[in-house]
């Protein structure tokens, strides 16, 4: 049993069960959406004194806290109890093209260590992957109103128009990115 | 103590998130290079049970647990914050492999250096709010 928790879950497992997550979210009264939860950190951190987007009661949002602490602890449990001893199964075209890149043993890890280190954020590469990108992901979330669980999962789920532009604009931004960005910044 | 279901609902999203590979770098950057399935089949078939799912609720009018009928507000309408905003959102998707849900995974994994990309994030969401009435929505 132990043995296939630890190795990796199918996409037709996994996909449905994340479905369900979303429905048990709003059958407990309230919404599936990660990004807003750094909404309300700006909120608490007193960002209503800069910004009126930030001026609200975040005590109401003090259950989606405890859930992204969930998924932390998500990722704790995971590392600790339920790791795969394999790398991933990645394609090997893609795999390929990463080591001309100079990403070495793609899939060993859960993302590029020569990039996601702390000892690469004195790099202009570690800056541009994460902080750059981080910034993106953050001001992006917000001013299409949600990320991958708003707009992809529940949006779609609930058959939005505005989620679905959403969506095609978080592909057209990967779709750069993946092509222009990240072999000119692995370049630098 | 009636938080404590949130903080299982979100244990279970990590472990499942973490179990997909969703959280990793690589299988984004798959995914936008059309190298694999992987992860069209696990966003797809989240929406198509969730289409299914919430069709459902509609057509029984399901309630939530506190006895209400249950009713996902629709999103405000327009199109240009969710064409630039999700193009925006996209550029830092593939650059940093992670969207915000595994951001939190990925510290709990043990990569903790994404603090630092979330600490981006939420400086990222303050410019925003700063900005909001100078951009086109």
Known sequence: MIEMLRAPWPWYVVGPLIAVVMYLMIYSGKAFGISSTFRTMCSIGGGGKYADFFRFNWRGQVWNLVFVAGTFLGGVVSVLWLQSEEPMQLNEKVVQELEVMGINSPGKELAPGEIFAWDQLMSLEGILFMVLGGFLVGFGARYAGGCTSGHAISGLSNLQLPSLIAVIGFFIGGLVSTYFLIPYFLDL | ?137
């Open chain 2, 1 to 137: 103590m009636k938080y404590l279901k949130y903080l299982f609902l979100g244990l279970v999203f990590g472990v499942l998130l973490t179990k997909a590979q969703v959280i990793s770098w690589y299988r984004i950057y798959e995914m936008f290079k059309f190298g694999s399935f992987h992860m069209y089949g696990v966003i797809g078939s989240a929406v198509v049970t969730g289409i299914i799912m919430l069709a459902l609720v509609k057509r029984f009018k399901g309630k939530d647990m506190n006895g209400e009928v249950i009713n996902v507000p629709p999103k405000d309408k327009g199109w240009k914050r969710y064409l630039f905003g999700g193009i925006v959102f996209g550029l830092g998707w593939a650059l940093t492999g992670a969207c915000p849900g595994p951001m939190y995974i990925l510290i709990g994994n043990g990569l903790t250096v994404f603090i630092v990309v979330m600490l981006s994030a939420i400086l990222g969401t303050f410019v925003y709010g700063i900005l909001r009435d100078k951009l086109p929505h």
